[in-house]
């Protein structure tokens, strides 16, 4: 069974960095991997995906900004978010997916496992 475990979260004012961490257990790193987030009243969105070949998605929202790297050693996902803004603040969410490859969009319903959750809170 894989389980993901996401830390790093936390508060920081507008143009702040966090970085955020996900440890997976009972997984092959040939698992397609990435972040999502959901305000409160809005929809799940996709951040970030990496593959097993190192390609890597965004949404347009943090391109240049936000880093997705995976850690195939120790089976960590980590999101470096730097130039923090208000409109970043959500709760933020590791998930891994049975697929290998990016399928070119970030799609919550290609993910089959989901961590719990990390808080980030930027203010302005």
């Known amino acids: 069974q894989v389980q993901l475990v996401e830390s790093g979260g936390g508060s920081v004012q507008a143009g702040g960095s966090l970085r955020l961490s996900c440890a997976a257990s009972g997984y092959t790193y040939s698992m397609y991997m990435g972040w999502f987030r959901q305000a409160p009243g809005k929809e799940r969105e996709g951040v970030a995906v990496i593959d097993h070949n190192g390609s890597t998605g965004y949404a347009d929202s943090v391109k240049g900004r936000f880093t997705v790297s995976k850690t195939n050693a120790n089976n960590t996902l980590v999101l470096q978010m730097n130039s923090l803004k208000p409109e970043d603040t959500a709760m933020y969410y590791c998930?891994?997916?049975?697929?290998?490859?990016?399928?070119?969009?970030?799609?919550?319903?290609?993910?089959?496992?989901w961590g719990q959750g990390t808080q980030v809170t930027v203010s302005s």
């Open positions: 998930a891994a997916s049975i697929l290998a490859s990016y399928p070119g969009e970030l799609a919550a319903e290609d993910f089959a496992y």
